[in-house]
């Protein structure tokens, strides 16, 4: 018999997406290869003030949903973990999409697969209209590879049940980081992860989305998450803030400023996150500033 899936999904004025999302999801159910077992849909909404409420009740005979105040997404995804009865369980943020056959490709690998805990497809990202823009840059699975950058694309993500039982829910405290640092937190605990080579999400970006509104914060807030799991922040990392700041300040690239500044703020960055620079970042960035000097010099 197939195991049981359960989708939840978090949303909050989101109304424009929304019903591409749902129907994205009761889709599973018919769309080839289709998904044969004991499914369950629930949209976890935060009292959106938009025409999400509307849509719901369109389709409130083929899900469960709740509409009421939450503390962020993280709330609503953990009040959605709460109330599910699957076996599996996906999470579909209110802006993203599954592909046909994502649950049932999932589902699949997982029921001949007891041993996997967690398992992962390929994703795309895709823009307002659906539109691909890029291939998501996902990988096979390597838990130091993980902490250096989040190769699993999270709608493209499905865990069993007994991951939220021995590992706990999402972090409430985080806003940007929360998918990364549950997938940190179940590898570092012992979880089991494996991918599967099919195409199963869309994850959208546009200019609402807001990790793309706040590069910055969201890069303080990977490093604040990555020192709390690790005790240190990896220098990719400090170099991708130092990144970030940059272009949110304008500092055109690439130039002899921005190769400068970027060593600076990654040497001041490791300061900060891991109170010493390492070797490593010391003699790169100084090979950076030393050679921005040397071309203004021979100018």
């Given at each position: 018999?197939?195991?049981?899936?359960s989708i939840?999904?978090?949303?909050?004025?989101?109304?424009?997406?929304?019903?591409?999302?749902?129907r994205s999801?009761?889709?599973?159910?018919?769309?080839?290869?289709?998904?044969?077992?004991?499914?369950?849909?629930?949209?976890?909404?935060?009292?959106?003030?938009?025409?999400?409420?509307?849509?719901?009740?369109?389709?409130?005979?083929?899900?469960?949903?709740?509409?009421?105040?939450?503390?962020?997404?993280?709330?609503?995804?953990?009040?959605?973990?709460?109330?599910?009865?699957?076996?599996?369980?996906?999470?579909?943020?209110?802006d993203d999409?599954?592909?046909?056959?994502?649950?049932?490709?999932?589902?699949?690998?997982?029921?001949?697969?007891?041993?996997?805990?967690?398992?992962?497809?390929?994703?795309?990202?895709?823009?307002?209209?659906?539109?691909?823009?890029?291939?998501?840059?996902?990988?096979?699975?390597?838990?130091?590879?993980?902490?250096?950058?989040?190769?699993?694309?999270?709608?493209?993500?499905?865990?069993?049940?007994?991951?939220?039982?021995?590992?706990?829910?999402?972090?409430?405290?985080?806003?940007?980081?929360?998918?990364?640092?549950?997938?940190?937190?179940?590898?570092?605990?012992?979880?089991?992860?494996?991918?599967?080579?099919?195409?199963?999400?869309?994850?959208?970006?546009?200019?609402?989305?807001?990790?793309?509104?706040?590069?910055?914060?969201?890069?303080?807030?990977?490093?604040?998450?990555?020192?709390?799991?690790?005790?240190?922040?990896?220098?990719?990392?400090?170099?991708?803030?130092?990144?970030?700041?940059?272009?949110?300040?304008?500092?055109?690239?690439?130039?002899?400023?921005?190769?400068?500044?970027?060593?600076?703020?990654?040497?001041?960055?490791?300061?900060?996150?891991?109170?010493?620079?390492?070797?490593?970042?010391?003699?790169?960035?100084?090979?950076?500033?030393?050679?921005?000097?040397?071309?203004?010099?021979?100018?």
């Amino acid at each position: 018999m197939p195991l049981s899936v359960s989708i939840v999904t978090p949303s909050y004025n989101q109304g424009r997406y929304l019903e591409r999302t749902i129907r994205s999801v009761l889709e599973q159910r018919g769309a080839a290869p289709a998904f044969p077992g004991p499914f369950e849909y629930l949209v976890m909404d935060g009292g959106s003030r938009d025409e999400s409420a509307a849509i719901l009740e369109r389709y409130g005979s083929q899900l469960q949903w709740v509409s009421e105040k939450d503390r962020g997404q993280a709330d609503a995804v953990n009040k959605g973990l709460a109330r599910t009865t699957g076996e599996i369980i996906g999470w579909l943020n209110s802006d993203d999409i599954f592909y046909p056959g994502a649950v049932a490709a999932a589902a699949g690998f997982l029921a001949g697969h007891p041993d996997i805990d967690v398992v992962y497809g390929n994703g795309n990202h895709i823009d307002a209209e659906d539109r691909i823009i890029e291939p998501y840059p996902t990988e096979d699975w390597d838990f130091e590879r993980l902490k250096q950058r989040c190769f699993l694309c999270q709608p493209a993500v499905f865990f069993r049940r007994r991951v939220v039982e021995r590992f706990g829910p999402l972090g409430v405290h985080w806003r940007y980081a929360l998918d990364y640092e549950y997938w940190l937190r179940l590898g570092k605990s012992g979880a089991r992860f494996a991918r599967i080579d099919a195409l199963l999400a869309g994850s959208r970006l546009h200019p609402e989305t807001k990790t793309l509104g706040a590069r910055v914060a969201v890069h303080a807030e990977t490093n604040d998450m990555l020192r709390s799991l690790f005790g240190r922040v990896p220098d990719r990392w400090l170099f991708n803030y130092a990144h970030a700041v940059l272009d949110d300040r304008g500092v055109p690239r690439p130039s002899r400023r921005f190769t400068v500044e970027v060593g600076i703020l990654a040497w001041w960055a490791a300061l900060r996150w891991n109170h010493r620079i390492s070797a490593p970042m010391l003699r790169l960035g100084g090979e950076w500033i030393g050679g921005a000097a040397r071309g203004a010099v021979r100018r």
